[in-house]
C-alpha cells in the first residue's frame, strides 16, 4: 500500500506537535512571560485549558509523559490544593477575558486521583473561568477505572475520553511494563458509555519490542471490536537517553526500520478497511465523530495533545510541565512538582521555559500544520524556499509530493513520510536526530 524508501525515512524527526518544538524551549522565559501572555487575550478570545495530573498507579516502561507513582494520598492532595491555586492564579489575571471553549484533563493518569477530588477539580475549573459549557475531555487507564469514576465523569459533563491501551497481547503488555487484561479495557469501555461520553478514543503502538505483524492485527481486530470512535495508533518511540525508564525494555528486541513500517502500514489498512477515517498520519476517526469532519472539511488542527478539531489559538496549560501556547509564546511550567509547588505558593506563574516566537516560527509553524493536518501547504515568504525545495527534490522524484507554484502537496501514499517532509521547512534543525524518534 504504501513504497518504501529508507533513505527518505532514515532521519529522526519531531513529532511537530508545535511549532518550535519542546527541542528549541530554553530558560530564557520567566512568569511575567506568562502574564503578558495573558494580558494579550481578549474578551472573546477562544481558549482551550490543559491540566496536567503528573500521577499514575503504576508506572509504565515506555511512557516519556512527565509522571510519578500515586502512592502517598498526601502528595495527590498537595498537588490538587496547588493546581487550585493556579486556576485562581490565572482566572484573576484573565478577569473574565477569553472565552473557554474546552478543557482536558490528561497525566500521568487523571483517575489516578479519587473520583471525588477529579469532580471538585472540575467544579473548580468551571467556576472559576464561567465555563459550563465547555467540552470537556479526560485520558484514563483502564487498570485504576471504576464504576464510581464512570458516575463522577457523567457528573461532570465529560463528553470525550481516551483509553491508553498501547497493546492487548499479555506478552508484548508485560515486555513494556503495561500488564492490563482485556477484559478491564472492555469494563471501562463499556462504564464510559453508560456514563454518556459520546466519543472515546483508544490509543494502540506498533514497533514494540517482539511485536508481530499477527501480534498487532489481533490487538487491532479486538479493540475495532470495542466500536471506538477514535484511534490513535503511534509508532514506539525508544529513547532511553532522554526516558531512562525505558531503559527497562529490550532494545535488541524492538523491530527493525522496515518491520515497523509494515505495522504501520498494516494498521492503517485494518482500521481505514473497518470504516474509520484516516486522520492525519496516526489519527483514525468513525465519519460521523467531530475529529473526522474536521479532517473533512479543512478544519483540522494540531496542538499538543496530537491531532484535534479543537481550533482555539490559545491553550493554557495547568499543573506541573503543562505547556501553554499563544500566538507569541510557547510556555512551560516548571516539571519538577517540588519547584512548581514552590511557585505557585509563592503567587507566582510557574513558567520555567519554553520560547518567545517571531513571525517567522508562526508562518513556518503554519506550513508544518497545514502539510501535516491538510496534505498541502504554502511556503511562499518563508525564507530560504530554494533550499527547501532541494531537500524536498527526493521526495518530490519519488512521486511523494507535488508543486504547484510555491504550494507543496502530499499523495495519499506519503503518509510516513508527513513528519520527514514537514522538517525540511524546520529552520532549527541540524543533525541531531538521536534527540527524536523513528520518523514511523
Not at 20 to 26: C, Q
Not at 422 to 435: H, L, P, S, V, W
Amino acid at each position: 500500500m504504501w513504497p518504501y524508501h529508507p533513505d527518505l525515512l532514515a532521519r529522526p524527526v519531531p513529532r511537530y506537535t508545535s511549532y518550535p518544538t519542546a527541542a528549541e524551549f530554553t530558560d530564557a522565559v520567566t512568569s511575567d512571560d506568562m502574564a503578558r501572555s495573558l494580558d494579550t487575550i481578549a474578551d472573546d478570545t477562544p481558549v482551550s485549558l490543559y491540566l496536567h495530573i503528573p500521577y499514575c498507579q503504576a508506572i509504565c516502561w515506555y511512557c516519556g509523559c512527565n509522571t510519578g507513582a500515586a502512592n502517598r494520598t498526601s502528595r495527590l492532595t498537595a498537588y490538587l490544593d496547588r493546581l487550585e491555586e493556579e486556576i485562581a492564579l490565572v482566572a484573576t489575571r484573565l478577569g473574565g477575558r477569553g472565552r473557554i471553549c474546552r478543557i482536558a484533563f490528561g497525566g500521568g493518569s487523571p483517575n489516578a486521583i479519587a473520583p471525588a477530588a477529579f469532580e471538585r477539580l472540575a467544579d473548580r475549573v468551571r467556576t472559576a473561568f464561567a465555563c459550563d459549557d465547555a467540552v470537556i475531555s479526560v485520558e484514563i487507564d483502564p487498570r485504576g477505572f471504576t464504576r464510581d469514576w464512570a458516575a463522577a465523569l457523567a457528573r461532570a459533563g465529560v463528553s470525550r475520553a481516551s483509553l491508553g491501551v498501547q497493546t492487548l497481547d499479555p506478552a508484548l503488555q508485560a515486555a513494556i511494563g503495561r500488564v492490563q487484561p482485556v477484559d478491564d479495557i472492555r469494563r471501562a469501555v463499556t462504564l464510559m458509555r453508560e456514563a454518556g461520553v459520546g466519543s472515546i478514543n483508544v490509543d494502540l503502538m506498533y514497533g514494540l519490542p517482539g511485536q508481530s505483524e499477527d501480534a498487532l492485527a489481533a490487538t487491532i481486530e479486538a479493540s475495532l471490536a470495542m466500536a471506538p470512535d477514535r484511534f490513535a495508533i503511534f509508532g514506539y518511540a525508544h529513547v532511553p537517553h532522554l526516558v531512562p525508564r525505558q531503559r527497562r525494555i529490550d532494545a535488541t528486541a524492538l523491530p527493525d526500520a522496515r518491520a515497523r513500517f509494515r505495522q504501520a502500514a498494516l494498521a492503517h489498512w485494518l482500521v481505514t478497511s473497518a470504516g474509520y477515517r484516516a486522520v492525519g498520519f496516526d489519527h483514525f476517526a468513525l465519519p460521523g465523530d467531530a475529529l473526522a469532519q474536521a479532517a473533512a472539511s479543512g478544519t483540522l488542527r494540531r496542538n499538543f495533545q496530537g491531532f484535534t478539531e479543537d481550533r482555539a489559538e490559545v491553550l493554557i496549560g495547568l499543573g506541573a510541565s503543562a505547556i501553554s501556547q499563544f500566538p507569541g509564546a510557547l510556555l512551560q511550567n516548571e516539571k519538577n512538582t517540588g519547584r512548581y509547588h514552590m511557585a505557585i505558593g509563592a503567587g507566582r506563574f510557574a513558567t520555567a521555559r519554553g520560547i518567545r516566537r517571531t513571525a517567522e516560527d508562526r508562518r513556518r509553524g503554519r506550513a508544518i500544520e497545514a502539510l501535516l493536518a491538510g496534505g498541502r501547504a504554502d511556503l511562499a515568504g518563508i525564507p530560504g524556499l530554494a533550499t527547501i525545495r532541494d531537500r524536498l527534490a527526493p521526495f518530490v522524484a519519488e512521486g511523494l509530493a507535488t508543486w504547484t507554484g510555491d504550494t507543496l502537496s502530499i499523495v495519499d501514499h506519503a503518509l510516513p513520510y508527513a513528519r520527514v517532509i514537514a522538517a525540511t521547512f524546520d529552520a532549527y534543525r541540524g543533525d541531531e536526530g538521536r534527540r527524536f524518534s523513528s520518523a514511523v
